[in-house]
């Protein structure tokens, strides 16, 4: 009775927090119409409306932060152009590179399809750019690459994401994939972005790389399992 009782608490609570998710959005919309249309005839009140539009962008990451991590349901199975996926996330960032003279390289190989969720691969690709650039506060080289690899055997689709930032210290290496753990000064949400990453690497059946080192950068790899190699692979996830 009780364990039924604690999961009919966490749907109503899911429900309440999707309901505030959209009040947000749509103040998020008013605020920033407000903005415009009247910008030019006032003084100091459009630093308060920015500054209100940014906090309530900020609480909306954190509502979809844990609304993802929350969610349950199992992956669509459709076919997914890794490459194409990336560059979709890319173009998103193009002005913050931009903002922090940060420079982006990149290096696409040929991937064959994989079968897997686009709307979550490419949330798992704006997780990974963004706290790339994240890391890079002045200045620093993106690098993404797609290709293939094999491990035991197994070959996947992989994607690589590299910062030259100030990397992940060794103690907090084995941590980063604990939810609400972050390694951020000023976190934009809750140290959920990580966990979302690996829960929904797994719900493909794929593996996460990580190397980091201090004042050097830290480099992701994604491993996304080929459709004829679902189930064959170790579910763990790398740290090293």
């Known amino acids: 009775m009780d364990e039924r009782m604690t999961k009919e608490q966490l749907v109503t609570e899911l429900l309440r927090m999707r309901q505030q998710f959209r009040v947000l959005d749509s103040c998020r919309q008013e605020m920033q119409l407000v903005q415009a249309k009247y910008a030019r005839h006032l003084e100091s009140a459009p630093d308060a409306m920015l500054f209100v539009v940014e906090e309530v962008g900020r609480l909306e990451s954190i509502l979809r932060d844990i609304l993802s991590f929350s969610r349950g349901s199992s992956p669509r199975r459709e076919t997914c152009d890794i490459?194409?996926?990336?560059?979709?996330?890319?173009?998103?960032?193009?002005?913050?590179?931009?903002?922090?003279?940060?420079?982006?390289?990149?290096?696409?190989?040929?991937?064959?399809?994989?079968?897997?969720?686009?709307?979550?691969?490419l949330e798992v690709v704006e997780n990974r750019i963004s706290n790339a650039i994240d890391a890079m506060p002045l200045e620093g080289e993106l690098a993404i690459t797609t290709g293939s690899?094999?491990?035991?055997?197994?070959?996947?689709?992989?994607?690589t994401v590299s910062d030259t930032g100030e990397g992940i210290r060794d103690e907090d290496l084995p941590r980063i994939f604990e939810p609400f753990f972050t390694t951020k000064i000023s976190p934009k949400g809750v140290g959920l972005g990580l966990p979302i990453v690996k829960k929904f690497m797994e719900d493909h059946g794929g593996l996460i790389d990580v190397?980091?080192?201090?004042?050097?950068?830290?480099?992701?790899?994604?491993?996304?399992?080929y459709p004829e190699s679902i189930g064959l692979h170790e579910d763990t996830v790398k740290e090293s």
């Open 83 to 121: 490459r194409s996926l990336v560059e979709e996330g890319l173009r998103i960032f193009v002005e913050a590179c931009k903002e922090r003279s940060i420079s982006t390289k990149r290096s696409f190989h040929d991937v064959a399809p994989i079968e897997g969720d686009n709307e979550r691969i």
């Open 149 to 159: 690899a094999s491990l035991k055997g197994v070959p996947y689709a992989t994607i």
């Open 211 to 225: 190397k980091s080192r201090v004042g050097t950068g830290t480099t992701f790899v994604l491993y996304f399992p």
